[in-house]
């Protein structure tokens, strides 16, 4: 089914460092949205890219998209403590459909 | 004003109540949805409301009934539930139901629910 699939599942850095997590997905889609999750709370949408574009920014989130490899990047620059918490990637089911939320990464900056 | 209100946030009933979760926006976003989350795992979706009326129904069982009363509130009613139910249940908005084609959503903070 089309869902995206977030890589690594947890994610634990020091404060200051950069984070990286990844996103693939199966098949054609028109964006692919990432949602941040703080612990038992509502999600808060970061970023849409198009498929037309390569590279957005965002303050210090940059998200980069990969057609060819069906696949997509969340870099969090000069991480700090408040940036912990659940990251998801969303995608579309079909082009004009619900979105399917992908099972996550748990990021933990350390102070 | 960009948000999303839910209440109650902590809901505690046995399998032989009735109860009903609510929530609210005044973005004027047409659509609105509801998700159940257990823990660790993301949101799975249950309804959606487009311009007040149901069009995705994701084969939730029927002691969950969905209600849009209008334009701006959206209401999940509760009813003999079972434990395997207890989860946070997200409500969403959107200004339309085009959600793959570019339309981000705004979520509320959830009801933490527990059935005994």
């Known amino acids: 089914s089309q869902q995206g699939e977030e890589d690594p599942q947890a994610l634990s850095i020091q404060e200051g460092e950069n984070a990286t997590m990844n996103c693939s997905y199966k098949?054609?889609?028109?964006?692919l949205q990432w949602y941040r999750q703080n612990s038992g709370r509502g999600l808060v949408h970061l970023i849409l890219?198009?498929?037309?574009?390569r590279e957005k920014h965002s303050g210090r989130l940059r998200v980069t998209l990969d057609t060819s490899k069906k696949s997509s990047s969340l870099l969090i620059t000069a991480s700090r403590a408040a940036d912990t918490a659940s990251y998801f990637c969303?995608?579309?089911?079909?082009?004009?459909?619900?979105?399917?939320f992908g099972p996550g990464t748990s990021l933990s900056v350390i102070p | 004003d960009t948000e999303v209100t839910q209440t109650p946030k902590h809901l505690v009933m046995g399998m032989t109540n009735k109860k009903s979760l609510k929530c609210e926006q005044h973005?004027?976003?047409?659509?609105m949805y509801w998700y159940k989350q257990k823990a660790k795992k993301p949101p799975e979706l249950m309804f959606v409301y487009s311009y007040e009326k149901l069009s995705i129904n994701e084969s939730v069982p029927s002691r969950f009934s969905p209600e849009c009363p209008n334009s701006s509130l959206l209401n999940l009613h509760l009813h003999a539930l079972q434990p395997e139910d207890s989860a946070l249940y997200l409500c969403a908005s959107s200004q339309d139901d085009w959600v793959g084609a570019y339309n981000e959503q705004f979520f509320g903070p959830g009801t933490r629910l527990t059935v005994l």
């Open positions: 098949t054609s889609i028109n964006n």
């Open positions: 969303a995608i579309p089911k079909t082009s004009y459909d619900k979105v399917i």
């Open positions: 890219i198009r498929s037309n574009e």
């Open positions: 973005m004027g976003h047409r659509a």
